[in-house]
């Protein structure tokens, strides 16, 4: 028995880059739709973590660039919510980011009066899809400049950037690497 394992395409189309196989004689109605559950809960899981591997992978770039233009900012995280609504630091850059305990990739981040956070929004309404974390301290001395951006207006400019780019890869979907010789040869 095998049940496919599939990209959602926006025109209604979803096409298969992989499959779940089991050695069984015929399934019961009962399990072949807990299959089948299990093939669209995999997909969907994969999806999702496909589109977060791509955002920390960008998250890199955009959060070199914040240290670099926002130098009040010594260090930063990028981090995304569990299934439980906690932030778990996915990327860190520059100076440890320091809560109840230090920030660090793979660990919840305690939201406390020590972190300052800017959620990376779609259209700036849409759902969260990350958190971009500073020092409190750096937006607290923060002061309005004739001339230059504040710190906190340049976290701000990142999280539009990486909204816009979540966008992009949403719209992308869970695709494979394209850019194998082997995938290269089969679209021949």
Known sequence: MA???CRRAKDGHDSAFGVIAIQSGGLSGDAQVALEGVGAALSAALEVSE?????????????????KRATDIKGVYF????LGGQQVCAAVKGEVV???EPVAVGKSVSTTSKVQTQA???GGTGP????LGV???VVAKAEIKLYADTAWDILQDVADTLANVSTALAAEGLMID???SDYAAREV
């Open 3 to 5: 049940v496919p394992l």
């Open 51 to 67: 589109f977060r591997r791509k955002m920390v992978v960008c998250s890199h770039t955009a959060l070199e660039g914040l240290l």
């Open 79 to 82: 981090a995304f919510c569990d």
């Open 98 to 100: 320091e809560g109840e």
């Open 120 to 122: 990376v929004q779609p």
């Open 128 to 131: 969260s899809v990350g958190f």
């Open 135 to 137: 020092s409190s301290e």
């Open 178 to 180: 394209q850019s194998s």
